[in-house]
């Protein structure tokens, strides 16, 4: 992990959980991602990019349908850990808005404007918010 601690020299990224990256220093942590070693250097420039970002916390979810009865989901957390086990215990995913909009659109989509479906989908965004997503109970319309 010494060349990661080489990637955040000068750059004004600060270990104490604050970022003062900006922009383009957040973009170009994105194509280490792809060459990252191993997982736990993956999970630490996925943290340092939402970090930089100004973010409370990221999820990068990824769906892949097998075939018609099978789904796969991978996903890289940088929240609250409890947030994680939550979605996967309570099977959030059957009614997570931004996997729904993932799903049919590939375009970046701000909380703002991600419009709910269902009742179900603004209890989805509630229970984020109150467990690790703070931003998002003033930011999503649902």
């Known amino acids: 992990m010494l060349h990661l601690q080489k990637i955040t020299e000068g750059s004004g990224y600060q270990s104490s959980g604050h970022a003062a990256m900006n922009d383009t220093r957040v973009l170009q942590l994105l194509p280490l991602i792809a060459e990252a070693g191993s997982t736990g250097e993956v999970i630490t420039l996925f943290r340092w990019a939402v970090e930089g970002l100004g973010a409370d916390g990221g999820v990068f979810l990824s769906c892949l349908r097998d075939d018609a009865t099978r789904t796969s989901l991978?996903?890289?957390?940088?929240?609250?850990?409890?947030?994680?086990?939550?979605?996967?215990?309570?099977?959030?995913f059957e009614h997570d808005p931004w996997?729904?909009?993932?799903?049919?659109?590939?375009?970046?989509?701000?909380?703002?404007?991600?419009?709910?479906?269902?009742?179900?989908?603004?209890?989805?965004?509630?229970?984020?918010?109150?467990?690790?997503?703070?931003?998002?109970?003033?930011?999503?319309?649902?």
């Open 74 to 92: 991978r996903s890289l957390w940088a929240c609250d850990p409890s947030w994680a086990a939550d979605y996967a215990s309570q099977r959030r």
């Open 99 to 142: 996997l729904r909009y993932a799903s049919t659109d590939a375009e970046p989509i701000r909380s703002s404007d991600l419009a709910c479906s269902s009742t179900e989908e603004t209890a989805f965004i509630r229970a984020a918010a109150e467990c690790v997503f703070h931003a998002m109970a003033d930011t999503t319309p649902c």
